[in-house]
């Protein structure tokens, strides 16, 4: 008998893995450190942007590279080889406030460029002599132009009497564009001269171009009845520029086009190369935090909404419905604005979506952050995720019709985040964030910790992908527990660590009695219901490894 409720494992080999954890690494000190953007140069080095206070360490060996703020949070630039060893670090502030919340932009000659925002005056040219941008009032934006070994080329502000900003950066087509929003009116610095923006009284979008020597080539503004904010900007291949963010009344665009909106409402606008104004669309109930297009010129959106949204801006309708205060999406458009899917992820907590693009094998990556528990999987199947505190990042994978195909998450008791990723020559991905306590960064079978020396600590890790798309962890027996064996009203599977898989429980006639798709440590399934007898257990984890277990019930 005892030999009979043996437990029988079949193990084949792993062939291929979705994400390998490459490496994850911790800047900072003993108070608060956020990792905001990340890039990665044409030698696969990788630039680091974020801000700190007080003393923080930006080299995460055993030595110690030491930054100290100038007043309250300073930005931090910093430069690290392919495997994450420190090559330089520099401090960007003034006695006040400096924050930068974009991914730095980088040329092919390695220049790095980054933008945020400042108070009280900065200086930009921490090696050398002294480059100072005086605010015009509360806060001022600004975009500035290091090379790759860290040293100033040039700086440029956008400012008036109120706050300002310039939220985001990219580079393309040999051009920097830039996206922000300003109140009531604000000057751009062009060089020698400034460019003036004039509000409605409210805050404004401004969007637009500079040259590689800091030259503003054309500037634009978004305005309306109430309050307006851009959160990303990107291009297409043919020169369009496409922006994204939110308003909450009326928004006017190129004085020729209007949307409405009820309360927090997302746009999606387009403009030709040269600045000229094409087209523009709205989503009511959501807020438009990324956008990049995909290899086929459509573009890729992400954020968050709420209720009930119709995320086709067409004479059709394709709504989701939100599960909790606010739910993650992910929506494709083609270039000229028509639909063509949104899919949701969330719970009943809050879950935000940061970051959505197209890798080199055409499948989609999405990253954020989620509370609670989160199904990643928009079909009708549950693929969930459980954080362990208040927040935990998320990377999911799916295929290029936006089907589920994996999900990790990383977290601590605290609030873990990750903002937008890069992806690199090699189809590798780069993230960034914040992170408290102590967190493992490995979704695999191994143990990762990043252990926060303050509040929060900032990171930035690096996972390789492979064509097959799932997380495929290497199992033994001492991997996973089936208990109890002999069993009556349930049987519990317990992974040694959270992993992908699906389940599958059988009579001795092959009849299906139980199946579920999970992404979890343990499961529990009621078997009360069932007569004594043999059964079959079957664990399938991606698409390579699987397990089968012969179990016995008796009442």
């Known amino acids: 008998m005892n030999k009979l409720i043996a437990c029988i494992i079949f193990l084949v080999p792993v062939i291929s893995c979705g994400q390998t954890f490459n490496f994850a690494k911790r800047v900072g000190g003993t108070q608060f450190e956020n990792a905001m953007g990340i890039a990665v140069d044409s030698s696969s080095n990788i630039i680091v942007s974020g801000y700190f206070s007080g003393t923080a360490d930006f080299d995460p060996s055993a030595a110690t590279h030491n930054l100290t703020s100038s007043g309250g949070n300073d930005i931090f630039l910093a430069r690290y080889d392919s495997a994450g060893n420190y090559l330089w670090a520099i401090a960007i502030g003034g006695a006040g406030e400096e924050l930068t919340y974009a991914d730095p932009a980088v040329d092919e000659y390695g220049n790095i460029y980054i933008c945020g925002v400042f108070d009280t005056g900065a200086d930009f040219n921490p090696n050398g002599q002294t480059y100072l941008l005086s605010n015009r009032g509360s806060q001022d934006g600004f975009i500035a132009k290091y090379d790759s070994t860290g040293t100033l080329i040039w700086a440029r502000g956008m400012g008036g009497s109120s706050n300002d900003i310039i939220y985001r950066i990219d580079y393309k087509n040999y051009l920097i564009l830039f996206t922000g929003a300003f109140a009531d009116s604000a000057y751009l610095d062009n060089g020698l001269t400034q460019s003036g923006l004039y509000g409605n009284g409210h805050t404004d979008v401004a969007l637009g171009k500079f040259t590689p020597i800091g030259n503003l080539l054309w500037v634009s503004q978004i305005g309306g009845y109430g ?329």
């Open 227 to 555: 309050n307006e904010y851009a959160y990303n900007i990107t291009a297409d291949v043919n020169g369009f520029t496409y922006v994204t963010g939110t308003f909450n009344d009326t928004l006017v665009i190129n004085n020729t086009d209007t949307l409405y909106g009820v309360g927090t409402t997302a746009f999606v606008a387009s403009y030709s190369s040269m600045g000229s104004y094409s087209w523009a669309f709205a989503i009511k109930g959501c807020i438009t935090f990324g956008i990049s297009m995909d290899y086929n010129n459509n573009i890729l959106t992400c954020g968050m909404f709420s209720g009930y949204t119709d995320f086709d801006p067409g004479i059709d309708t394709s709504a989701l419905l939100s599960q909790g205060t606010y739910d993650a999406y992910f929506a494709k458009y083609t270039s000229s604005g028509n639909f063509i899917f949104a899919k949701r992820v969330g719970g009943s907590g809050m879950d935000l979506g940061y970051a959505f693009r197209e890798l080199k094998d055409n499948t989609l990556l999405f990253t954020g952050y989620f509370s609670n528990t989160a199904d990643f999987d928009p079909d009708v199947t549950i693929a969930s995720l459980n954080s362990s505190g208040l927040a935990d990042l998320f990377v999911a994978h799916y295929d290029s019709n936006g089907n589920y195909m994996n999900a990790f998450r990383c977290g601590s008791s605290g609030f873990d985040f990750t903002r937008n990723f890069i992806v690199d020559r090699e189809n590798a991905i780069y993230i960034a964030g914040g992170f408290e306590q102590s967190v493992d960064f490995n979704p695999a079978s191994g143990i990762n910790f990043l252990n926060s020396a303050g509040s929060r600590d900032g990171y930035f890790a690096k996972y390789s992908f492979s064509p097959t798309g799932y997380l495929i962890p290497f199992l033994s027996e001492d991997n996973i527990q089936v208990y109890p064996n002999p069993f009556a009203d349930y049987v519990t599977v317990h992974f040694s660590k959270q992993v992908s898989y699906q389940i599958k429980l059988t009579d001795i006639t092959g009849q299906v009695l139980f199946r579920k798709k999970c992404n979890s440590d343990r499961l529990k399934i009621d078997t009360s219901q069932l007569t004594d007898g043999i059964y079959s257990l079957n664990i399938q984890i991606g698409n390579s490894t699987e397990i089968n277990k012969k179990l016995v019930r008796i009442k």
